[in-house]
């Protein structure tokens, strides 16, 4: 039993031996993942430094620089990073359909002829600093979209997908870059532009600077400004983002391409670097509009760009200046004066945050008035933003300011603040003769600017009347309106005399009208509590108004009320009457004040209020809703007389 048992386990450790032997003879599944082309050649696509493309005899070499490919070969130029990158993405996975060795096909009677691989038309050359690896490309498969490859030992032939011969035949253009300035946008610090001056400019050629500063840009040459940064922001947007249009031969005409004594050189300063790019003459094969020739300096690739960008740049010393020249004024104003000659608009602001007006002439200062914010505001606003249309002079001699009007400015701003600033003095004139021109200057700077005259003048008035607040009267809270009269003074007659009993109240006795008249009467009741003007005509009072045109017109209608005003012990009693003309335009009808001494325009509420009681103004019937009616014919056009036939003329008239 024991021999018995004793052979069962002889037979069982032969059996396990002999399988322990067969299956370490098998290559295991790492063993033939690691035999895979895309195995045997991952250390060195991975570490790559350098890919050599070679196809009919022409090479393509591509060198890694950092983070970025360098073309070495046919030209110097930086490489396309994402087709280079689609290389090393196929090659490192590379998946083999099927693989066979070279001594396989000698058996069988084939050669490498057969497979495209004797004298291959595209090889690939992988090469890092201690390695390299080369792949010859064969012809395709008779089946399916693979090609031949002889690994780098050439003892292997293997089947795989023809996408990495996509990659590789891209062709020389798709692996070259179309960008031009590398340096990201966020470093750049500098910009310079030099080009050739024109026939009318000075004979040296302009160079323009303009640096980065902690609070935006600014020129350096050819004069010391401001330099407005969304502008200079957007032109190095521009010109990093300007791409090549057409890669020319190294060998060509100097003198046509016109690089060597070039018309511009366009700089971006970096982080301790600097590109420069230099512009030649336009490639005039191209037709309208054609590209300028273009070369980076140190780089012997000649190629083209656009020639707008470049074109714009010719005026980059003005059209990159800050136009907005009054745009850091401090906002601690306390104080304003607008004059002109003599005559003089003061604004002063209160300790409760208002401004108060004032008028001074020859005859003195005329009495002060509260401001309106909203007007003060928009002074503000227009200030802050007063843009200079072109810059007229750099740097004025006396005789520049003479010849501008300066001698005898049409406006003159002065700027007072609340705190350590010095006082600031904005001018603006045009020479006497010139009726199309205004130009401005302040005394923190040297320019004289060109700025649109009918806006300008018409954004700083001098006129105190303008600033003055549109609220010509308040009633104190506890006032009380006993007595609401409108009179007819043409006629002598009163339109309505609305006087309510104390123990109804306006409102009881409103609704008793109909709804056109309640709604105009309330708007009436609102004005004599809080009346308001759209604008001020004159400062004074007379018996009549007088148009521009001199037209007299006189006072057509009286506003009054009868008010109670709450006092100590007793109650007083007070009138207050408005007076207007008739109704001159929709929005035009002029009325005055003589207890507050001042003429003005009704605003389009209260205008319209009127219109309902007075209703002066006649409207065509398509605005009034009534029938239209038809249009008399015209008589016809009697026919003309017969011309009267002429004598011939005879032969003596006509030798005369």
């Not at 009179?487 to 007659?493: A, C, I, M, N």
Request: aromatic content about 8%.
């Amino acid at each position: 039993m024991r021999i018995k048992f004793t052979l069962i386990l002889l037979v069982l450790n032969a059996i396990a031996f002999g399988a322990i032997l067969f299956l370490g003879r098998q290559p295991s599944g790492s063993d033939q993942k690691d035999s895979s082309l895309a195995a045997i050649i991952s250390k060195e696509v991975i570490e790559a430094d350098r890919l050599v493309i070679t196809e009919l005899q022409s090479s393509t070499v591509l060198e890694r620089d950092g983070t970025n490919w360098i073309m070495r070969e046919p030209m110097q130029w930086t490489a396309n990073f994402f087709a280079v990158n689609r290389i090393i993405n196929q090659l490192q996975f590379l998946e083999e359909q099927a693989v066979f060795s070279v001594d396989e096909i000698t058996r069988t009677g084939q050669s490498l002829a057969d497979y495209g691989l004797d004298e291959p038309g595209l090889t690939l050359e992988i090469a890092n600093e201690s390695h390299s690896v080369n792949l010859a490309i064969g012809s395709q498969t008779e089946i399916g979209q693979n090609v031949y490859i002889l690994g780098p030992q050439q003892e292997k032939i293997y089947v795989v997908s023809s996408e990495l011969i996509d990659s590789l035949v891209v062709g020389q253009d798709e692996l070259k870059s179309r960008q031009i300035f590398d340096i990201p946008v966020f470093e750049v610090d500098a910009l310079s532009v030099q080009h050739r001056s024109t026939a009318e400019e000075a004979s040296a050629d302009l160079k323009v600077h303009i640096r980065r500063t902690k609070t935006g840009w600014i020129f350096e040459a050819p004069l010391s400004a401001e330099a407005d940064p969304s502008l200079v922001s957007n032109t190095i947007n521009s010109l990093t983002s300007i791409q090549v249009e057409e890669f020319k031969p190294v060998a060509g005409d100097p003198l046509l391409r016109g690089l060597e004594s070039p018309s511009m050189r366009v700089t971006l300063n970096g982080n301790k670097r600097y590109q420069t790019l230099l512009i030649g003459n336009p490639d005039l094969s191209k037709g309208e509009n054609p590209p300028y020739y273009a070369q980076l300096e140190g780089s012997p690739t000649v190629f083209t760009v656009p020639s707008a960008p470049f074109d714009e740049l010719r005026q980059a010393q003005q059209s990159l200046r800050e136009r907005n020249f009054m745009g850091d004024t401090p906002a601690t104003i306390s104080a304003i004066n607008i004059s002109e000659g003599n005559d003089e608009v003061r604004l002063r602001k209160l300790e409760t945050g208002g401004w108060q007006v004032t008028r001074k002439t020859t005859e003195g200062d005329v009495k002060p008035h509260r401001a309106s914010d909203e007007e003060m505001v928009n002074f503000m606003r227009d200030l802050a933003n007063l843009r200079a249309t072109g810059f007229a002079v750099d740097a004025p001699t006396p005789a520049d300011l003479n010849s501008k009007g300066f001698t005898s400015p049409r406006r003159k701003i002065t700027l007072s603040f609340d705190d350590a600033t010095q006082p600031l003095t904005l001018e603006f004139a045009h020479p006497t003769e010139d009726n199309e021109n205004l130009y401005a200057r302040t005394d923190r700077s040297e320019y004289i600017y060109k700025v649109d005259r009918r806006t300008t003048l018409q954004k700083f008035p001098l006129n105190d009347l303008h600033y003055r607040t549109k609220t010509l009267n308040t009633l104190p809270e506890a006032a009380k309106i006993t007595r609401l009269k409108l009179e007819d003074l043409d006629s002598g007659t009163t339109i309505f005399n609305y006087a309510p009993k104390e123990s109804e109240g306006w409102e009881t006795m409103l609704e008793q009208l109909e709804v056109e008249e309640y709604k105009a009467l309330r708007v009436l009741l609102q004005s004599i509590r809080e009346f308001v003007v759209s604008r001020y005509l004159t400062d004074g009072y007379s018996e009549s108004y007088v148009r521009a045109n001199g037209e007299i017109l006189p006072w057509s209608y009286r506003l009054s009320a009868e008010i109670l005003l709450p006092g100590g012990d007793t109650d007083k009693t007070e009138t207050r009457s408005y007076v207007f003309t008739k109704r001159l335009l929709a929005n035009s009808q002029p009325g005055a004040s003589k207890r507050d001494k001042v003429t003005f325009n009704n605003t389009t509420e209260l205008i319209e209020a009127l219109g309902t009681f007075t209703n002066q103004l006649d409207f065509p019937e398509e605005v009034s809703g009534k029938d239209v009616p038809s249009p008399e014919p015209l008589p016809p056009v009697p026919n003309p007389e017969p011309v009267a036939p002429q004598p011939e003329p005879t032969e003596e008239a006509t030798t005369e």
